[in-house]
């Protein structure tokens, strides 16, 4: 072992495309699966979390404006860049998760390679979701999925990297913005995927991670008017029902994993995209 | 612009000889049972309410109310139907039914219309030219879908999600029922469909056409009643999933009611839409599409184009031919071929359309309102326009669901993009102008579910329909349509 000392790092937010600590000032104590200290973790406020949906809707018509072969670019980036960390997302994954290294970088291999995937679907999905629609009448018909704007994730509590970049990708890859609050117990793959985005050409704003106390800030974004959609994924049944009720306050999108968000499935994708269909008359 | 100048430019409806259809071929009954379990049975608790004629107030027919326990017999034969009989036919033997529907409800089309009119107040020309041969396209676009879900985008062998319960509106009474029966028995679910309390008749009678199809008994079962009966369908542990058409308001408690159960949920809400008229548009076209696209059934669409917005260079203008073309409207019996406008459905809409309308003034809007002879009896309201609208009067926030039309102004693409957004609704948008690029960059960025550019208010079978934001979620309609009746 060395008798250097190491140099500890300072876990913060991501708000648009920069790593604030919270406004409040608060952090709280992180533990490993096995109960040693990890570290300080910053304590987001509702404040944060304005401030993130402000992000997000600031930089959602951007993104969704810039072409879809360039979102697939910038998601590939970010796995030429979890890549070359993959040994501190190992450890991370493997302390969060009280995983062996050899199961934890495992999982993160599988991060990586859902984050290839996504990449590769930003110039699919109008294809495969959308389409020409033969309408009887001199009028071309064409449907895309557009999408819904503004997305909360609240995030897995186990699956602190996979299941991560599963609830961010999916709808970030459609064009959506997320503001996603990281697993309260075991945040800091979540921080360092975060982390990553500042150097894969992400534009600020796209991916917002906040920290926290999940019962906290969790109705914060359910009750929120600039949120379209929130995916539930980090709650128990009965704290989903909740939030869900909240969330129909303003007819939000309500996605909620179950058994059959298997690998290749394409639920997430669709749960955050608005078909939109233009008509338009044909004549001389 | 001086409204006395406006008045004066009128040149006012012509005068056409009365043609109206006749009601003979309705055949209306005096009384209508549930249609539960390929039956039509009375209510449990023997409870009725009558259906009226809104254009002037006759009752057509007396009507059962549904209880709690009829909801529940309903939802019975729905399962023990599906369990049964749906889930073990083919998708090619489901196809054969949904066609024979189709062609049932063609040969039957005239009476369907004549019924619709009736009972919603709506002229005979839409009911005749749209709402019926729509529902007809419905059953037999989905029909040919039902054997071939493998195709449909969902990944291999979808499966459908089981008994559906349907809550329809009354403003398209007969198309909403095709809109939310085609795809879902096309993906293998059974039914339980809720018709709206004052547009019960149509629904009925496509029940003696299921009947006619020899449909097996409980895949569709109708309940008619009011908003208790879809409560007590929304609230059923034996219902999968509920569909519903309506106002944003019920429609948000539906939301909340479902949260904690595993239904699944489809929402086809309200809306505010925004018709958007650049300068270069074709200008008589963009005239009568701005009034087909709030007149059309008297404004009672979602997706109207209840806000006009206009080019300032053009605002005078096209305020002045719309002004004269609304007094042109042919507003009347409904049952009359050359009527444009028919009656408001209710006495409830009504009220609401009048305390909306007042607001618009009271708020300082410019009201025009064509100066036609109003019926004496039956729900009536003369179509309306109002110029000089803010964006934060009522009447350009609200959804008034009646024949009245606020315009704005802007100046650049930019704003009316803005302006068109500026609401929590996103249903549908219309765009005119000549120039496709200036088309298109407007669509893409247009918060809305449907637009239409140079046209409004086309619907089609192969066409999704629905909304963003607080118009609900989910599409009817087209390949994507089936995506709410499977378990994808």
């Avoid at chain 1, 300080?40 to 944060?48: E, F, L, P, T």
């Avoid at chain 1, 980036?77 to 040994?87: G, I």
């Avoid at chain 2, 192969?462 to 118009?471: A, I, L």
């Amino acid at each position: 072992m060395s008798d250097r000392l190491e140099v500890r790092k300072t876990y913060k937010l991501l708000i648009n495309g920069a790593f604030p600590r919270s406004e409040s000032g608060r952090t709280y104590e992180v533990l490993t699966e096995r109960g040693e200290f990890l570290a300080n973790v910053a304590q987001g406020s509702r404040k944060d979390l304005r401030e993130a949906v402000g992000a997000a809707r600031g930089a959602q018509a951007k993104w969704w404006g810039s072409s879809a072969y360039n979102r697939g670019q910038v998601i590939y980036r970010l796995a030429e860049m979890a890549e070359s960390r993959r040994a501190e997302l190992a450890e991370h994954v493997g302390l969060a998760e009280g995983l062996s290294a050899k199961q934890a970088s495992k999982s993160v291999s599988r991060a990586i390679d859902r984050m290839v995937w996504y990449a590769g679907w930003t110039d699919k999905i109008a294809q495969v979701f959308g389409g020409a629609n033969p309408v009887a009448g001199p009028f071309f018909n064409f449907s895309i999925p557009k999408p819904s704007g503004v997305i909360a994730v609240i995030a897995s509590q186990n699956s602190s990297l996979e299941g991560f970049v599963d609830e961010v990708l999916a709808p970030i890859c459609a064009g959506n913005c997320v503001v996603a609050v990281a697993s309260e117990r075991r945040p800091t793959p979540s921080v360092l995927l975060g982390e990553m985005t500042a150097t894969s050409d992400f534009p600020a704003g796209v991916l917002n991670v906040v920290t926290g106390v999940t019962s906290e800030l969790a109705p914060t974004l359910a009750s929120h008017e600039d949120v379209d959609g929130i995916d539930l994924a980090g709650l128990d049944f009965e704290s989903a029902n909740e939030l869900h009720v909240i969330a129909a306050g303003s007819i939000k999108r309500v996605f909620r994993p179950d058994e059959r968000d298997s690998a290749s499935t394409t639920r997430r994708l669709r749960a955050f995209i608005e078909t939109s269909t233009v008509w338009h008359t044909i004549g001389q | 612009m001086d409204k006395k100048d406006l008045v004066n430019s009128q040149l006012g409806a012509l005068a056409y000889d009365a043609a109206p259809e006749s009601a003979l071929i309705a055949r209306i009954k005096q009384s209508y049972g549930l249609f539960i379990d390929g039956s039509f049975t009375e209510a449990s608790a023997h409870e009725q309410f009558v259906t009226l004629n809104p254009a002037n107030e006759d009752v057509l027919a007396t009507v059962s109310r549904a209880s709690d326990d009829d909801v529940d017999r309903a939802v019975a034969s729905a399962r023990r139907a599906y369990q049964k009989v749906w889930s073990k036919t083919s998708g090619a033997e489901r196809s054969k039914y949904l066609f024979r529907i189709a062609r049932l409800i063609q040969e039957r089309s005239r009476e369907l219309a004549v019924v619709e009119t009736l009972d919603n107040g709506k002229p005979i020309r839409e009911s005749r030219d749209i709402d019926i041969p729509l529902a007809a396209a419905h059953f037999f676009y989905y029909a040919g879908w039902a054997d071939k879900l493998d195709h449909a985008g969902f990944g291999a062998n979808p499966q459908p999600i089981g008994v559906a319960g349907q809550i329809i509106p009354w403003n398209f009474p007969l198309l909403m029922a095709a809109w939310k029966l085609a795809p879902a028995l096309a993906a293998g679910n059974t039914c339980v469909l809720k018709p709206a309390e004052t547009t019960p008749l149509t629904a009925l009678l496509l029940a003696e056409i299921l009947q006619q199809a020899e449909l097996p008994d409980g895949v569709v079962n109708i309940v008619t009643g009011d908003g208790a009966t879809g409560a007590a369908l929304v609230g059923h542990p034996g219902v999968d999933k509920i569909a519903f058409t309506g106002s944003t308001e019920v429609g948000r408690l539906i939301q909340q009611r479902v949260a904690s159960s595993q239904k699944r949920l489809t929402l086809e809400l309200g809306g505010k839409g925004a018709n958007i008229v650049f300068e270069d548009a074709p200008i008589d076209e963009m005239i009568e599409g701005i009034i087909d696209g709030i007149f059309f059934n008297q404004g009672h669409v979602c997706c109207a184009g209840s806000r006009l917005l206009v080019q300032e260079s053009i605002a005078d203008e096209v305020l002045r031919r719309l002004v004269r073309r609304v007094e042109q409207l042919r507003v009347g019996d409904p049952m009359d071929k050359n009527t444009d406008v028919g009656a408001i459905n209710s006495a409830a809409q009504l009220a609401r359309i009048q305390e909306l309308t007042a607001f618009g003034e009271r708020e300082g809007a410019t009201r025009y309102s064509s100066s036609c002879v109003l019926p004496e009896k039956g729900y009536w309201f003369a179509p309306t326009v109002f110029a000089d609208v803010a964006q934060s009067h009522r009447i350009a926030r609200e959804e008034i669901f009646g024949p009245v039309l606020s315009v704005l102004t802007f100046r650049t693409p930019e704003e009316a993009v803005t302006k068109a957004n500026n609401t929590n609704y996103g249903l549908a948008c219309g765009v005119w102008s000549e120039k496709g690029s200036r088309t298109l960059w407007v669509a893409e960025r247009l918060r809305a579910g449907v637009i239409w550019a140079n046209t409004y208010n086309r619907f089609d079978p192969t066409s999704p329909f629905g909304g963003v934001r607080e118009s609900g979620f989910g599409r009817e309609g087209g390949r994507q349509g089936l995506e709410a009746y499977l378990n994808v």
